[in-house]
């Protein structure tokens, strides 16, 4: 029997508190909106938020717009994130150097 794959999605900015996932919400929405099934995460390319919920402002810019942060936490991107996830997409060019660094050291 042929199983369909669930695609994974994974947004990177530095800390996981603004940026990614802001981006978290709005891809969680429109995937909903279009009744698409995707797995989104969200990571920093730093700890130093481990656990932390995105910035206040952030959610409260992104609630404003019907964006909804559930269950949104910041966690540091791992070694096993680049072989779980189809598509990693980082928020600047910053974080995609680190994410690339990381990646070919392992």
Known sequence: ???????????????????SPTAHAVLIKTLKLNNMTV??????TIEHHKGSRPD??????AQQRGY?????????????????????????NHNLFRLQAKCQHH
């Not at 029997?1 to 940026?19: E, H």
């Open 56 to 61: 206040q402002r952030s959610m409260m810019v």
């Open 39 to 44: 797995r989104v995460d969200s990571a920093g």
């Open 68 to 92: 909804d942060f559930k269950g949104i936490k910041s966690r540091p991107i791992t070694d096993s994130d680049f072989e779980k996830f189809d598509l990693i997409l980082a928020m600047d």
């Open 1 to 19: 029997m042929f199983t369909k794959k669930k695609y994974s999605v994974l947004m990177v900015c530095m800390g996981n508190i603004c940026r």
